[in-house]
């Protein structure tokens, strides 16, 4: 199974229903709130969303695939579900 | 202020910004209290109502940009996808804003 994690917000619709499409599949996965971590975490996480040329959340990583936005069918592609 | 009568305060607002842009709010009514609940906490945390799906970057110049409504900073992307990033509006002909993906610039021919 790919790792899959994900960079979200808290206060994001479409960030927790990322988290809930994959823990309604039993797949685990990592998470960060971007707005409650702290200021070095949030630059890091904003230098890898502009290398990768992504502005908005959800930022979900499956393997290597970098998918932006809650993209289901996107996600079950990548998993191969 | 209490939060339902800002959230009404914001949607009084926002209605006549958003209108003559070609949007409108989503239809999903429940999606649209909790998107507007989202932006009453953000404005108490930061005196401005930024956008809940959107970070900020500690940056004034590009924070700004993040405002709701943000429409005319990202007009061509959301014409595109017939609605903003976190879905608060929509194009005024969606009847059914479930079946409009949450699609970035890139996959939609942008940047």
Request: charged share 25%; aromatic share 10%; with cysteine.
């Given at each position: 199974?790919?790792?899959?994690?994900?960079?979200?917000?808290?206060?994001?619709?479409?960030?927790?229903?990322?988290?809930k499409?994959?823990?309604?599949?039993?797949?685990?996965?990592?998470y960060?709130?971007?707005?409650?971590?702290?200021?070095?975490?949030?630059?890091?996480?904003m230098?890898?969303?502009?290398?990768?040329?992504?502005?908005?959340?959800?930022?979900?990583?499956?393997?290597?695939?970098v998918?932006?936005?809650?993209?289901?069918e996107?996600?079950?592609s990548?998993?191969?579900? | 202020?209490?939060?339902?009568?800002r959230?009404?305060?914001?949607?009084?607002f926002?209605?006549?910004?958003?209108?003559?842009l070609?949007?409108?709010?989503?239809?999903?009514?429940?999606?649209m209290d909790f998107?507007?609940?989202?932006?009453?906490?953000?404005?108490?945390?930061?005196g401005?109502?930024?956008?809940?799906?959107?970070p900020?970057?500690?940056?004034?110049?590009?924070?700004?940009?993040?405002?709701?409504?943000c429409?005319?900073?990202?007009r061509?992307?959301?014409d595109?996808?017939?609605?903003?990033?976190?879905?608060?509006f929509?194009h005024?002909?969606?009847?059914?804003?479930?079946?409009?993906?949450?699609?970035?610039?890139?996959d939609v021919?942008?940047?």
């Open positions: 199974m790919k790792e899959v994690s994900m960079y979200t917000l808290s206060t994001c619709p479409w960030c927790r229903k990322a988290k499409f994959f823990a309604d599949r039993n797949i685990p996965f990592n960060i709130d971007y707005d409650l971590a702290d200021e070095a975490t949030q630059g890091k996480i230098q890898e969303l502009d290398a990768a040329g992504v502005t908005g959340f959800p930022y979900v990583k499956i393997g290597d695939e998918i932006s936005g809650y993209q289901p996107r996600y079950s990548a998993l191969r579900l | 202020m209490e939060t339902e009568s959230k009404k305060a914001l949607h009084y926002f209605d006549k910004v958003v209108g003559p070609g949007f409108k709010f989503t239809p999903d009514v429940e999606l998107l507007l609940e989202q932006e009453v906490v953000l404005e108490g945390k930061h401005i109502p930024f956008c809940p799906c959107q900020l970057r500690h940056d004034r110049a590009r924070d700004m940009q993040i405002v709701c409504p429409i005319p900073f990202h061509e992307h959301f595109a996808i017939k609605r903003c990033w976190c879905g608060l929509v005024k002909d969606v009847m059914d804003p479930d079946s409009l993906p949450q699609l970035p610039p890139k021919g942008l940047e």
